[in-house]
């Protein structure tokens, strides 16, 4: 028994140190040897496991990048909604920039709040009052209107020293004296009080001649009448006629010009610059273009015969950018003379002009205020032209939007 | 030890292989549990020394292959661990679960002290640092596995020899 253990004994050592030398010799082997001898193995026994341990690996490292990769997913999705945020602010602002380049002086930028409205919220609570972020040591004063790039937005309240309330167009106490372009039709726009329904948020021009009919896609503007808002600020387009109570003249629902949804920077107009004037800002060629064109799409999918219509547009276009030309021409040779007449937008070249607005000076700096006007009696001092009118041969189909010529030849077809 | 018992611990052994080479790099801790120091333990007990060496060197020297810088080492610290956990049998199965976790602790802090100074790839202080805390973390993250993974295995392995 004791022998058959010590035999034991010595097997168990002779393996143990069978084992340590054997170890050491794997320890100790020379590298290209150690190499193979693990290569060997690695095909054979532990071939097996270094398959799994290699998939175990995969495993891990595509679960860990998984989470990498949602994190990445996730800040893309985050820079692009970014993106998209930035890319509509800069082209808010820049469409704000090209206004304040047409309005040059006498204005106040500010930020209306609450900022960037979701449609939807402005669709189902319509924005009546906001804050804009200029007051009265910015000198912004009550009455002031507050507009946009798309026309007006709604009129300064009260004022505070650094910041302002305003009501919007969709206020039930907000009105303005609106006219066409061409001042075929004179109304008072006010908000469209509708409970719900896709109309709200809309406008009503109330007040509208029977003998004025207005169509579709028509724009709307300030007509300068009360004091208030100047001429020539967009408030909106014609969408339809609707009946009211009011059988004694037409009413007009409207499109609003400056959307409330995603409202920011703003403009509040300071009294000398309403005084001066804007009727060239919203009626400039590039503003009037773009308008022409919008109108002419609206004409378009009201009733598809106008390419003569759109041909007398575009003329009257030209037209205009070309006495745009020269008037800035002349205003460079001389700043101190009066400003040579821009022709109003709605008005074809050679056709009969209004009387020069006087816009100001030179950018930045203000202009010389024009004459005081009694304001009540804003359109009689109106020295209208007496340059006849030219005999050019008119087009025989009327533009959609009453513009122009065109508009005026379809205008005289009218009963 | 009879057939079937010799089965049903090859069975166990063959488990924590696998539990090496697939839930550990899944895993992926700092201080791993070491499955493979668990089942040379576990069939070290069953063996004499001499034999349980041989097991040690072999599982050491296929762990190796798959980690050839350092071919060798694996080989050296099981066959050692695996020859003393086999003389030392009786304290190790003694059913209490805090000596098996102290039997483990201590052929994991073992094994890696030997790899580590056989290696040769770590030297002073991170080898201290090494061997006083991450290993020492190893070996108890192993401990527990160890009684953990007993306790399941118990209705497979049986009763403890000893």
Known sequence: ?415 | MSLGTALRVAAAFALLVLLHYTLRPLLGWRAPIDFLVIAVLLVAVRMRPGLAALVGLVVGLAADAITPAAFGSGALGLCVVAYLASWLKAVFFADNSALSALFFFVGKWTFDALYLVSEHRVRGPELVMQLLLWSPLAATVTALSGVLLLLLLRPLLGRTPG
Request: glycine share 8%; charged share 20%; proline share 8%.
């Open chain 1, 1 to 415: 028994m004791a022998r058959a253990t010590r035999t034991g004994s010595v097997v168990d050592n002779s393996l143990l140190v069978f084992c340590l030398i054997a170890s050491v010799i794997a320890l100790f082997l020379p590298a290209k040897s150690r190499d193979k001898s693990a290569a060997t193995l690695r095909r054979t026994i532990s071939a097996p496991l270094a398959l799994l341990q290699r998939r175990a690996e995969l495993s891990r490292a595509a679960f860990l990048s998984y989470d990498d990769r949602m994190q990445r997913m996730g800040d893309l999705a985050s820079l692009r909604s970014d993106n998209t945020g930035l890319q509509s602010e800069n082209a808010r602002l820049r469409e704000l920039l090209g206004l304040g380049r047409r309005l040059q002086w006498g204005f106040v930028a500010g930020e209306a709040s609450p900022a960037q409205l979701d449609v939807d919220v402005v669709q189902h609570q319509i924005l009546q009052t906001f804050n804009v972020t200029v007051g009265a040591r910015a000198g912004v004063q009550p009455f002031a209107p507050v507009v946009s790039e798309g026309g007006l937005v709604g009129m300064i309240e009260t004022v505070d020293a650094a910041s302002s309330i305003a009501i919007s167009y969709s206020h039930p106490d907000f009105r303005v004296s609106v006219t066409t372009p061409n001042d075929s039709a004179f109304g008072i726009v006010q908000a469209h009080l509708v409970s719900s329904g896709a109309e709200r948020g809309l406008l009503e021009m109330r007040g509208v001649p029977f003998r004025s009919p207005l169509k579709a896609g028509q724009l709307i503007v300030s007509s300068g009448l009360g004091g208030t808002y100047p001429r020539g600020i967009r408030v909106g387009t014609v969408i339809r006629e609707i009946v009211t109570a009011e059988k004694w003249a037409r009413t007009y629902l409207l499109q609003p010009s400056a959307p409330l949804a995603n409202i920011g920077p703003v403009f509040v107009l300071l009294k000398k610059r309403a005084d001066a004037g804007v009727e060239t800002v919203w009626m400039s060629p590039q503003a009037a273009d773009s308008a022409a064109r919008g109108v002419a799409a609206a004409g378009d999918s009201l009733a598809r015969r106008d390419s003569l219509a759109r041909e007398a547009a575009l003329q009257e276009s030209a037209a205009r950018r070309a006495a745009l030309d020269s008037a800035r021409d002349s205003t460079a040779t001389d700043s101190v003379r009066p400003r040579p007449s821009v022709p109003s937008p709605t008005a074809p070249a050679g056709a009969p002009v209004r009387v020069p607005v006087v816009t100001g000076g030179s950018a930045g700096a203000p202009a010389p205020r024009p004459a005081p006007q009694p304001r009540d009696t804003a359109r009689a001092p109106v020295a209208r032209p007496t340059v006849p009118r030219p005999t050019v041969p008119r087009p025989t189909v009327p533009v959609p939007n009453g513009t122009g010529d065109a508009g005026r030849a379809g205008r005289a077809a009218l009963p």
